[in-house]
């Protein structure tokens, strides 16, 4: 169990299995590639781009971490194959980071190459606080070498303003969310208005410093203040992309297709649907009303037996 | 039945007539235009201007159309002979929008130019998005040939932020409130937050691009966010002025005029209340109380008889 699982695992009451699996159905294409590649499909039909994310396990091995890399290139093959818009989404323990720096710098540009040779672009999302130093200086050194490759900064780090200088110096994309892990005080903004006002504050750098950004939210706010940013800095199309996740507010994604704005959808699959879907749960209080009668409905189905 | 009556219909509880007429009095000046008058007369003096909306059903013919007509002219006529500090306020569906746009424009002609010769001013008022674009557009080309013309953009809309660039360019000027319609979310921001951020900052480029705006709302925040912009951007009082409903907050109104500003009160007559008064007690939580408080007054009143 990594760090980040256990960050998840302290912040989230633990739900059983078969109710996560079938609240979280939404949230995740599919167990296999192939449910993947059709829901993409599917959005590229509504006008939408999409990034595939191989959910995974924790990386224990050498081997972990090559089938990793394996299960992503089979991913860039499909995509081309189906002639698909979408990039991928990578994670760097996913790639051995745990392991050894080394090693995950090795298996990320063979996978940076391998995607961009067919023209895809890989997006290296962000974990936990004690992974971001290591992910910035990882992509920061790579991008020197590939154009096809980028970061996220997280609106609830404390260091974010800072990262943002960095990345605007080194020129390469961001994805800009508020960030999701549960992380301590001393590194974390815990007020949400804060987490806000930062997120418009960071953006607003970032889209000045020319940067091409990932508006990655589906909070309306932030969504507003971001079409504010772009009329008034008179920010070109080909600078930035809304991101939202995959089965969350669709309404509000084909308003902003409908509008003209570039898209881009998160679409994770894989058997290993768990942690991501526990993640999901805790960030919508919604859900949380879903499980809480999923339980009931449970039990009164069965005192009615 | 418009589809402004149904959109509100839609969102509003029926409320038994009686009761609205009781509860509405404070905000509609009565039923006659001597009444309207008189209100006026005592807003003056209270240091506030005025402009006079005549309440109408929905326009189903010409003839409809052109009693609009003559009923506007007559306020027009009233107001010069008492030499009262009033505009009037105008909608297009009034003037058979829904007939014609050619009718309109013509009736709308008429009523300007006829108030035009007697120094009053016309303003548009805004309805529900059906009408957005038409109404922007026919007061943009009546504001070509006639001064005294002014229409009303709403926080709540998506298109506000373009409309603004729009209304800047051809200089006439703008009412700006929140707006009160039914929307859907594709339409219009439903997020409290959002709308007030949007309000700001629409009031921000109007000021700076010079136009005269009628200031619009009840909200406190919004009102110091006005007169920090208006303090700020140095902005000269002949280019603002506060507006408000008859009948909502006397105080902030009357603070508003202790501290200098042009303040004009919307002053709403006729036989033809329900509509306007069923938006009002929508738009005011308070007023809900109030209703509550009417219906059970009205049954405990009944059980001790």
Redesign the interface.
Known sequence: MGILDRAIANSVPVIPRPIVKRISSRYIAGDTLDEALSTVRDLNEQGCVATIDVLGESTESKADAASTLKDYERVVDALDEHGLKSGISVKLTGLGLDLSEELCRANLEEIVEYAGERGRFVRVDMEDSPYTEATLNIVRDMHERHENIGAVLQAYMRRSIEDVQRVIEAGFSVRLCKGIYDEPRSIAYKDFDTVRQNYIFLLDELLKGGVYVGIATHD??LI??A??LI?QLEVPEDRYEFQMLLGVDE??R??LV??GHKLRVYVPFGEDWYEYSTRRLKENPKIAGYVARDVIGNITGKLKR
Chains 1, 2 share one sequence.
């Open positions: 309306e706010f507003w203040h079409l504010r009329h309404e509000l084909s308003i409908g509008a």
